[in-house]
């Protein structure tokens, strides 16, 4: 194993060395904190800091594959259009100030490296934001002193009762990289759970690579030695979705989000460092997978087509000895909003200046919740005439109201 250790080393500094900027060892260990090196089902990989290197390694082949654009075009539009109609308020209140900073989510967070990598296009596009990272386990977060603006939780996204005690907060929902973790069933147990917490409006946005379409070719042919096969055989055995890519696009159509779009990147279209970075990552990957089931003991051995620890250990000696070969895999991408309208704000006081902060006492002992607003009923002969727009105020004591408008972004939505 100690031979296995210094291959693993060498090989994530020679990813280090093709691009120093996505150079996998961002967080340090936390002193004084050991990391579990075995996940418990259904994980099939390591939660160590050599995890986390790869990890974040991983994310560096993703980054390089979609251009640095972390959120899609269409979510960027949103969340600014949202950030610009809370600016609008009159008022500077405590609460307003609050409202005005988008939320958003990273589900299957690991060592948060996507949060952390969407801070600069966010600041870019003048979007201001809360960041939450969501995982099963916390072994992969930052130490705390390095964790600077991000809020890290753990949380099972398959944990229905948990996910609707948050309530509906998020304009925007990551989650990417469990296709060794969920079962077909479970991805549309996940997808309905994200939806609970997403706002009406709000976008739901997953990277998944999927194990039905990862390959190690020598021109052309296949040449993992069996081992990526086995992997993949003992993914069907445990019921892993291999086409989840596809499957997930289906359910979002099926539950008739707006807006869904699914985009496919292969790697075969990249250019030769990302494909070198990705060789690494293969052999890391693979090594992880063996090692880990080597750990479970025999029975998880033997779901890989490995007989003994020895032959495992001598098939992880042997990965990467074939010159010339190439690992590859297709990224999917998958984006839907949540139906729901766009919401604007007003807050008015007849028309008086805006009130010190003496005056405001009788506000802070008013519930900070909004009550659910009551419409009045739309009359019938306006139903053939489009969409009406509906207005509701929620009283407060004093002097103070707010008004809301609510207009359908969806022309077609009723």
């Not at 990417?176 to 147990?189: F, Y």
């Not at 999927?210 to 003992?234: M, N, R, T, Y």
């Not at 139906?339 to 902060?357: I, L, N, Q, R, Y």
């Given at each position: 194993?100690?031979?296995v250790?210094?291959?693993?080393l060498?090989r994530?500094r020679?990813?280090a060395?093709?691009?120093?900027?996505?150079s996998?060892s961002?967080?340090?260990?936390?002193?004084?904190?050991k990391m579990?090196?075995?996940?418990?089902?259904?994980?099939?990989?390591n939660?160590d800091?050599?995890a986390?290197k790869r990890l974040?390694l991983?994310?560096?082949?993703l980054?390089?594959?979609?251009?640095?654009?972390?959120?899609?075009?269409?979510?960027i539009k949103?969340?600014?259009?949202?950030?610009?109609?809370?600016?609008?308020?009159?008022?500077?209140?405590?609460?307003?100030e609050?409202?005005?900073y988008?939320?958003i989510?990273d589900?299957?967070?690991?060592t948060g490296?996507?949060?952390?990598?969407?801070?600069?296009q966010l600041k870019?596009s003048?979007?201001?934001?809360?960041l939450?990272?969501y995982d099963?386990?916390?072994?992969?977060f930052p130490?705390?002193?390095?964790r600077?603006?991000?809020e890290?939780?753990t949380?099972d996204?398959?944990?229905?009762?948990?996910i609707?005690e948050?309530?509906?907060?998020?304009h925007?929902?990551?989650?990417r990289?469990?296709?060794s973790?969920l079962?077909?069933e479970q991805w549309?147990?996940?997808?309905?759970?994200c939806?609970?917490?997403?706002?009406?409006?709000g976008f739901?946005?997953?990277e998944?690579?999927?194990?039905?379409?990862?390959?190690?070719?020598?021109?052309?042919?296949p040449?993992?030695?069996?081992?990526?096969?086995?992997?993949q055989?003992?993914m069907?055995?445990?019921k892993?979705?291999?086409?989840?890519?596809?499957?997930?696009?289906?359910?979002?159509?099926?539950l008739?989000?707006?807006e869904v779009?699914h985009?496919?990147i292969?790697l075969?279209?990249?250019?030769?460092?990302t494909?070198?970075?990705?060789?690494?990552?293969?052999r890391?990957g693979?090594?992880?997978f063996?090692t880990n089931?080597i750990a479970r003991?025999?029975?998880?051995?033997?779901?890989?087509?490995?007989?003994s620890?020895?032959?495992?250990l001598?098939?992880?000696?042997?990965?990467g000895?074939?010159a010339?070969?190439?690992?590859?895999?297709?990224?999917?991408?998958?984006?839907?909003?949540k139906?729901?309208g766009?919401f604007?704000m007003?807050?008015?006081?007849g028309g008086?200046p805006t009130p010190k902060?003496?005056?405001?006492?009788?506000w802070?002992e008013?519930?900070?919740a909004?009550p659910?607003?009551?419409?009045d009923?739309v009359?019938?002969?306006q139903?053939?005439?489009?969409?009406?727009?509906?207005?509701?105020?929620?009283?407060r004591?004093?002097r103070?109201?707010?008004?809301?408008t609510?207009?359908?972004?969806?022309?077609?939505?009723?």
């Amino acid at each position: 194993m100690a031979l296995v250790r210094r291959v693993r080393l060498t090989r994530l500094r020679q990813s280090a060395r093709i691009n120093p900027r996505y150079s996998p060892s961002l967080f340090g260990q936390p002193e004084g904190c050991k990391m579990s090196t075995i996940a418990k089902e259904p994980y099939l990989l390591n939660l160590d800091e050599e995890a986390s290197k790869r990890l974040n390694l991983q994310h560096g082949i993703l980054s390089r594959m979609i251009d640095g654009k972390f959120i899609p075009e269409p979510v960027i539009k949103r969340l600014t259009a949202i950030q610009e109609a809370r600016m609008n308020t009159t008022y500077n209140w405590p609460v307003c100030e609050e409202a005005k900073y988008l939320k958003i989510a990273d589900f299957a967070t690991g060592t948060g490296i996507w949060l952390y990598s969407i801070r600069e296009q966010l600041k870019d596009s003048g979007l201001r934001s809360e960041l939450h990272g969501y995982d099963l386990h916390d072994n992969q977060f930052p130490p705390d002193d390095k964790r600077e603006d991000v809020e890290f939780h753990t949380l099972d996204i398959l944990d229905t009762a948990k996910i609707k005690e948050i309530g509906e907060i998020y304009h925007y929902l990551h989650v990417r990289l469990l296709t060794s973790v969920l079962t077909k069933e479970q991805w549309k147990v996940a997808i309905d759970n994200c939806l609970e917490i997403l706002k009406p409006g709000g976008f739901l946005h997953f990277e998944e690579i999927p194990f039905g379409e990862l390959s190690i070719e020598k021109d052309g042919i296949p040449a993992s030695g069996g081992v990526l096969e086995k992997l993949q055989a003992s993914m069907k055995l445990l019921k892993r979705d291999l086409d989840c890519g596809n499957n997930i696009y289906n359910y979002l159509e099926e539950l008739q989000l707006w807006e869904v779009e699914h985009r496919k990147i292969d790697l075969r279209t990249c250019d030769e460092e990302t494909k070198q970075m990705q060789n690494v990552n293969a052999r890391l990957g693979l090594e992880e997978f063996i090692t880990n089931a080597i750990a479970r003991g025999p029975e998880a051995l033997k779901r890989l087509g490995f007989e003994s620890k020895e032959a495992a250990l001598e098939r992880v000696a042997n990965l990467g000895k074939d010159a010339g070969t190439q690992a590859y895999f297709v990224l999917h991408t998958i984006l839907g909003k949540k139906p729901g309208g766009t919401f604007s704000m007003v807050m008015s006081c007849g028309g008086e200046p805006t009130p010190k902060e003496s005056e405001l006492e009788e506000w802070k002992e008013e519930p900070k919740a909004v009550p659910d607003p009551v419409y009045d009923d739309v009359p019938q002969e306006q139903e053939d005439t489009g969409e009406p727009e509906l207005s509701f105020v929620v009283p407060r004591r004093g002097r103070f109201q707010v008004s809301y408008t609510v207009t359908p972004s969806d022309p077609g939505s009723k």
